[in-house]
């Protein structure tokens, strides 16, 4: 299967003009696979994390996850909105992710940490070029969208880079 296909458009009476609302869903659709990617990824450190640490961090990755889910949503339903059809399964979601495969070997709390925030990091900076794409392309609304899910990346960074920065 293609890693980019052309995006499938849905009749709807949204006022945005087909090629506009063809380059958003394909901008959204490479979010909504690196948003359950990221899901999954922080489920898997939550499921296998040790270390003296252990409930701190498992409580975290676990609303970490719930995040993602959350922005799962919110990029599926606006890409379907626009007339799209979303491709959010796993396995569609690892052709299009733009985050590495998370290593199925971790187990200690510091590696987890890391691995969660170089995530984090480059998911945010693909979601300022989206942002910045969307608002170059006239949707105020898939900017905003992303502008949401921006912040929360860093909120999200934040916690994770703070357990292994010192002051």
Do not use: C
Not at 29 to 40: E, M, P, V
Not at 75 to 104: F, K, N
């Amino acid at each position: 299967m293609a890693k980019n296909p052309k995006p499938f458009l849905h009749p709807t009476k949204n006022t945005m003009n087909e090629n506009l609302r063809a380059s958003m869903v394909e901008l959204l659709q490479k979010h909504l696979g690196t948003a359950i990617d990221l899901s999954y990824a922080a489920k898997q450190a939550h499921w296998n994390v040790k270390g003296f640490n252990f409930i701190a961090v498992h409580k975290l990755f676990d609303e970490l996850h719930e995040q993602a889910e959350a922005y799962v949503d919110l990029i599926a339903e606006r890409l379907t909105g626009l007339g799209g059809q979303a491709r959010g399964t796993v396995q569609a979601a690892t052709e299009i992710s733009i985050l590495e495969p998370y290593p199925l070997d971790l187990v200690d709390s510091d590696g987890h940490l890391k691995r969660l925030a170089d995530n984090y990091a480059k998911w945010s900076t693909a979601v300022r070029e989206g942002i910045s794409e969307a608002d170059e392309a006239g949707d105020d609304l898939t900017a905003d969208l992303l502008t949401e899910v921006g912040r929360g990346l860093s909120t999200s960074l934040y916690f994770l880079e703070s357990h292994f920065q010192h002051a």
